[in-house]
Nanobody, 113 residues
Framework: QVQLVESGGGLVQAGGSLRLSCAASGSIFRIDVMGWYRQAPGKQRERVATITSGGYTNYADSVKGRFTISRDSANKNTVYLQMISLKPEDTAVYYC??????WGRGTQVTVSS
C-alpha cells in the first residue's frame, strides 16, 4: 500500500501562484510515475501533469507554460506542482497520484477573479 498526503492548496487571486506538495509513504520500493490530477465541481477528474522517475514530464494543454511538476532530488517519492498565472478555471480539488493506482485525499485550490 502507498499513502499519499498533499499540502499547499489554498485561496489565491487570479494571476497568483501556489505550490502543491505530495509525499508518498508506505510499502514502496520505487514509484515510477507520479502525477497531479484535478476535479472541479460538476466535472470529471482530469490529468494535470505527470512525471516519471527519469524526469520525463507530460502536461495537459490547459496548464502548459504555467504549471511545473517536479520530484524532490533527495526523495524521489515527493512530488511538487508549481502553479503560476493561476486562473479562476484552475479552481478544483487537486489530487496526487502514484503509479496510476494510488490517490491522495486531495487539496483544494481556489482562484478568485
Amino acid at each position: 500500500q502507498v499513502q499519499l498526503v498533499e499540502s499547499g492548496g489554498g485561496l489565491v487571486q487570479a494571476g497568483g501562484s501556489l505550490r502543491l506538495s505530495c509525499a508518498a509513504s508506505g510499502s514502496i520500493f520505487r514509484i515510477d510515475v507520479m502525477g497531479w490530477y484535478r476535479q472541479a465541481p460538476g466535472k470529471q477528474r482530469e490529468r494535470v501533469a505527470t512525471i516519471t522517475s527519469g524526469g520525463y514530464t507530460n502536461y495537459a494543454d490547459s496548464v502548459k507554460g504555467r504549471f511545473t511538476i517536479s520530484r524532490d532530488s533527495a526523495n524521489k517519492n515527493t512530488v511538487y506542482l508549481q502553479m503560476i498565472s493561476l486562473k479562476p478555471e484552475d479552481t478544483a480539488v487537486y489530487y496526487c497520484n502514484a503509479q496510476y493506482n494510488f490517490w491522495g485525499r486531495g487539496t483544494q485550490v481556489t482562484v478568485s477573479s
